[in-house]
């Protein structure tokens, strides 16, 4: 298996401008989850989704961030307009049901707003 | 609210040595699950070791172990024999039995290994 994907890996852009990040979780896989990983305040769950439906956003940090499930296999995170504080790495993460199950994670995607 | 913490900002290690990394949670919870995390470079998050709450045996994965204190409220990592590979932030995790997907970490240990 591939693991999960996320695309891009980089992404520089300037402040204003809309970002979309993707995600492709593990065939399979009925829950995804989007986190952001900061200096200052580490790994913080954004939101996730079960069977493509939006369950918990309340770690969305403001009107300008959205997410996706438009199918089993893809998501998308959406920022706009960005803000330089919005400079993170941002984390997709999948996993099957089960009492025992763990979330598997992407490589992330390093975002800097300029 | 469940709070992880990890005490430990940096940590160091020479091969072939052993090192506990720290960690401590709250919960009002009796059922849950503890994690532990590695961060190398790359930026992968990679599970290293799971502990059930309800098991009083202390889970063991190769080199790494953790010892468990549920009435303290502790949940240690040893990595024994340390490789130069170990080197990453390691990342403590908890997560409810009764909310499972909501994952909560700490603020992270940073290992070096020093050759």
Redesign the interface.
Known sequence: DAGVIQSPRHEVTEMGQEVTLRCKPISGHNSLFWYRQTMMRGLELLIYFNNNVPIDDSGMPEDRFSAKMPNASFSTLKIQPSEPRDSAVYFCASRTSGRVYEQFFGPGTRLTVL | AQTVTQSQPEMSVQEAETVTLSCTYDTSESDY?L?W?KQPP??????VI?Q?AYKQQNATENRFSVNFQKAAKSFSLKISDSQLGDAAMY?CAYRS?SL????I????TRLQVFP
Do not use: A, H, N, W
Not at chain 2, 105 to 108: A, K, P, V, Y
């Open positions: 699950y994690f995390y790359s930026r992968q998050m990679i599970l799971r059930e990342f039995v499972p997907d909501k994952l970490f700490g603020t992270g």
